[in-house]
């Protein structure tokens, strides 16, 4: 139930195109969802987070789109570029209990040119 | 520091070896965590550390593992008699303990390479 599912674990899209990673979770207690994003030989860094009180929330051509009732939620890179390219990964935490940030096996995503 | 500094950055060590990877948190955060990311591959979840609460050690992959955080700061991951598939990156990150809004910061990481 800790689980966060993530897919596709890899996607190629071309420049100026749209970029969809999906995630769904069971842990209803989750109520804190993130997304990192990692560069090669770097550790992930925030790139945005969601809480489930919005449907959506958008951060220049990031958008994170959140559904509860169906727990799940994704990201949306628009008019991708190829400096998108790195691996994303989407995580959840729960604000009850022994908090502990659990996170999706991640998607490599190549912008081409 | 300013942020999370992890060391070595890189080490290569021979199997059957014991190593000690080292994460300094960024200061004031509660909660820290070990993952460990093998070439190409997802974050694996190894321990976690929150304040004065008893570690969560679910994610230690066997008993050659081990970690200890001193005085709530500084945390030391120890590998003994390590094997060639513990060639991986040690990636250590610390958070606030806050409700809502948790980021967490990563450091560089350790990259292990067993011969």
């Known amino acids: 139930q800790q689980q966060v599912k993530q897919s596709p674990q890899s996607l190629i899209v071309q420049k100026g195109g749209i970029s969809i990673i999906n995630c769904a979770y069971e842990?209803?207690?989750?109520?804190?969802f993130p997304w990192y994003q990692q560069f090669p030989g770097k550790g992930p860094a925030l790139l945005i987070a969601?809480?489930?009180?919005?449907s959506e929330k958008k951060e220049g051509r990031f958008t994170i789109s959140f559904n509860k009732s169906a727990k799940q939620f994704s990201l949306h890179i628009m008019d991708s570029q190829p400096g998108d390219s790195a691996t994303y990964f989407c995580a959840a935490l729960a604000n009850t209990g022994f908090q502990k940030l659990v996170f999706g096996t991640g998607t490599r995503l190549l912008v081409s040119p | 520091g300013a942020g999370v500094s992890q060391s070595p950055s890189n080490k290569v060590t021979e199997k059957g070896k014991d190593v000690e990877l080292r994460c300094d948190p960024i200061?004031?955060?509660?909660?820290l965590y070990w993952y460990r990311q093998s070439l190409g591959q997802g974050l694996e979840f190894l321990i976690y550390?929150?304040?004065?609460?008893?570690?969560?050690k679910s994610g230690l992959p066997s008993d050659r593992f081990s970690a200890e955080r001193t005085g709530g700061s500084v945390s030391t991951l120890t590998i003994q008699r390590t094997q060639q598939e513990d060639s991986a990156v040690y990636l250590c990150a610390s958070s606030f303990f806050v409700l809502l809004n948790t980021e967490a910061f990563f450091g560089q990481g350790t990259r292990l390479t067993v011969v």
């Open positions: 200061s004031g955060h509660t909660a």
């Open positions: 550390f929150q304040g004065n609460s008893a570690p969560d």
């Open positions: 969601i809480r489930p009180d919005v």
């Open positions: 842990n209803t207690a989750f109520d804190y």
